[in-house]
């Protein structure tokens, strides 16, 4: 069984950053597929980063400006977001599993409980 922390949210000024993180407990830590997903109030979710053995995977609109990494030894995933614009202001999810994403998250086998992301003018 797996279980997933999130920490890191808070409010942030536009053009600034902000690093997630995601403490992992469980087996096989290392074996799964990390991401993060997040949703904002009256919007469906939608992907945002992954990270597993082939390499990593963004959505476009925050390429170039999110980095997702992962800490085995501390079991960690960790999404760092610089250049944030208040269309980032969103619940952040951490998400676990061992399949392909749909952009919405519904196939995810392991999510975590969110962290808010707030980004101003």
């Known amino acids: 069984q797996v279980q997933l922390v999130e920490s890191g949210g808070g409010l942030v000024q536009a053009g600034g950053s902000l690093r997630l993180s995601c403490a992992v407990s469980g087996r096989t830590f290392s074996s799964y597929k990390m991401g993060w997903f997040r949703q904002a109030p009256g919007k469906e979710r939608e992907f945002v980063a992954a990270?597993?053995?082939?390499?990593?995977n963004y959505a476009d609109s925050v390429k170039g400006r999110f980095t997702i990494s992962r800490d085995n030894a501390k079991n960690t995933v960790y999404l760092q977001m610089n250049s944030l614009k208040p269309e980032d202001t969103a619940v952040y999810y951490c998400a676990a599993g061992d399949v392909n994403w749909s952009v919405i998250g519904d196939n995810v086998k392991y999510w975590g409980q969110g962290t808010q992301v707030t980004v101003s003018s």
């Open positions: 990270i597993s053995w082939s390499g990593s």
